[in-house]
C-alpha cells in the first residue's frame, strides 16, 4: 500500500468536510490533529474547496489532506494542482480513471455493486469508496460483496449515512480501509469554528488502526 493508503488504514477514520471559507481550514485541520486525526478528505461542492486544500497542503505537510467529490478529470486535475495527496471520487468514469492514472496519487472511486468493483479493478484501483454506504446496504453489503472480491485483494471506505453509532459495525470488517463521514467535522461545527468539539469528536475515535 502507498503512504496514504497506510495512514488511512492506521488512522481507520476519515473526516469529510465542506470548507465554506478557505481561511478556517488551517484551523480545522489543527482541531482534527489535535484530535489525533490528522487527515481529512475535503469535498470539492464549495467554491472555497480548493483554496481550502492549498491552504492545508502549504501550512500542514504533515496533515494528509485528500480531495472528494471528484466527478471529472477536469476537477481532479484542479484538485492536484491544489496539492490534494489522495482523491476520492463517488464513482468511475473512464475519463477520470485515466487523469487518476496520470496524477500518480492514490485515487478511491465509488463502487457498490460487483461490476462496479470489478471494473475499478480492473482500471487499476483495488481500494474503493462503498458510497452511500448506509443507503446501499450497510456493513452487511460490503461484507457480502468483499467475499468474492477478497482475492483481487480489493478494500472499502465506506462513507455516506454513517454515524458514532454505527461506526464500529463498519470498522469490524476487515475489508474495510477505513470509514469516512461528514458527523466529525459537519458544517455547523466548521461554520461556528467549534474547533474545541471537533477535537473532542475526533479524539473519541483514535485507535481504530485498521491496517
Ligand atoms: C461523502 O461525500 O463521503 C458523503 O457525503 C459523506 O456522507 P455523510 O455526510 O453521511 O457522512
Do not use: C
Amino acid at each position: 500500500m502507498n503512504d496514504a493508503f497506510l495512514t488511512l488504514a492506521k488512522l481507520g477514520v476519515v473526516p469529510v468536510v465542506e470548507i465554506a471559507d478557505a481561511s478556517t481550514a488551517v484551523a480545522l485541520a489543527d482541531a482534527l490533529t489535535a484530535g489525533g486525526l490528522p487527515a481529512l478528505e475535503v469535498t470539492l461542492r464549495t467554491p472555497a474547496a480548493l483554496d481550502a486544500i492549498r491552504a492545508i497542503a502549504e501550512a500542514r505537510p504533515d496533515v494528509l489532506v485528500g480531495a472528494g467529490t471528484l466527478l471529472d478529470a477536469g476537477m481532479l486535475d484542479q484538485a492536484v494542482a491544489a496539492g490534494a495527496r489522495f482523491l476520492v471520487s463517488p464513482g468511475l468514469t473512464p475519463s477520470l480513471g485515466d487523469a487518476a492514472r496520470a496524477s500518480g496519487l492514490p485515487f478511491i472511486p465509488g463502487a457498490v455493486t460487483a461490476s462496479e468493483a470489478m471494473a475499478a479493478i480492473d482500471a487499476g484501483f483495488n481500494v474503493l469508496k462503498f458510497f452511500p454506504a448506509a443507503a446501499s446496504g450497510g456493513p452487511a453489503a460490503i461484507s457480502a460483496l468483499a467475499a468474492p472480491l477478497g482475492g483481487a485483494g480489493v478494500r472499502f471506505m465506506p462513507t455516506g449515512g454513517i454515524r458514532a453509532n454505527t461506526l464500529q459495525d463498519y470498522l469490524d470488517i476487515p475489508a474495510v480501509i477505513a470509514v469516512g463521514g461528514t458527523w466529525i467535522a459537519d458544517t455547523a461545527s466548521i461554520n461556528s469554528q467549534d474547533w474545541d468539539g471537533i477535537t473532542a469528536r475526533a479524539r473519541a475515535l483514535t485507535n481504530n488502526d485498521h491496517s
